[in-house]
């Protein structure tokens, strides 16, 4: 069984950062690509961003682009989101997934089978 552990959510004004961070653990965990998900009151989840842990690829949904980055930290079974320039449409639970295996779309949710239980991001304006 592969647990997921998410932090660093949190209420923050425009403008401002958050970092959120997720790590893996478990037996049986192994990883073609971990991702950040998230999903706002009355609308459906959506890929923030996701990376492909071996190669480094990385994919953003186009309107964070430029504010957010993925990375990970192979030693240490872990990813972040590094999210600067918040807005208050980036308000959401944001979860963390990882993808066990290979897939053409490695970024949709699809691919996804483990799941962390979210932690809440709220942009003040």
């Known amino acids: 069984q592969v647990q997921l552990v998410e932090s660093g959510g949190g209420l923050v004004q425009a403008g401002g950062s958050l970092r959120l961070s997720c790590t893996a653990s478990g037996r049986t965990f192994s990883t073609y690509a971990m991702g950040w998900f998230r999903q706002a009151p009355g609308k459906e989840r959506e890929v923030v961003a996701a990376?492909?842990?071996?190669?480094?690829?990385?994919y953003y949904v186009n309107s964070v682009k430029g504010r957010f980055t993925i990375s990970r930290d192979m030693a240490k079974n872990t990813v972040y989101l590094q999210m600067n320039s918040l807005k208050p449409e980036d308000t959401a639970v944001y979860y963390c997934a990882n993808a066990p295996r290979s897939k053409t779309n490695w970024w949709i949710s699809d691919a996804y089978d483990d799941w962390g239980q979210g932690t809440q991001v709220t942009v003040s304006s």
């Open positions: 990376v492909r842990w071996n190669v480094g690829n990385t």
